[in-house]
């Protein structure tokens, strides 16, 4: 799946308040699962001395889901595709990498 396709089929699944611009309830919700992320990595150290399992990584990969699909439906309240945000960041990253 390419991010064109993952976006609009986020999109379809999107049941939050439409508005002329919502854009903080993606972003409140960004920094919520972004959170979780945080915290099974914080457990990933407290817990398990750093090993990652398998239902750990599990774990990780629905909650970074998560985190993806409100990028996503960020993008789309500021009128951005997922890939000319990713092509954007890879461009700023290129030419920081170069000037070090």
């Known amino acids: 799946m390419n991010f064109k396709e993952y976006q609009?089929?986020?999109?379809?699944?999107?049941?939050?308040?439409?508005?002329l611009s919502n854009l903080e309830?993606?972003?409140?919700?960004?920094?919520?699962e972004a959170g979780e992320v945080a915290n099974i990595v914080k457990k990933i150290q407290r817990d398990f001395g750093g090993a990652i399992t398998?239902?750990?990584?599990?774990k990780l990969k629905d909650e970074l889901g998560d985190v993806l699909w409100y990028i996503s439906a960020c993008a789309d309240e500021l009128g951005?595709?997922?890939?000319?945000?990713?092509?954007?960041?890879v461009e700023k990253l290129a030419a920081r990498h170069q000037r070090k």
Do not use: M, V
């Open 80 to 89: 951005l595709t997922l890939e000319e945000i990713a092509q954007f960041n």
């Open 25 to 32: 309830y993606p972003t409140l919700g960004l920094a919520g």
């Open 8 to 19: 609009s089929k986020a999109s379809a699944t999107a049941l939050y308040p439409k508005r």
């Open 54 to 58: 398998d239902g750990i990584r599990g």
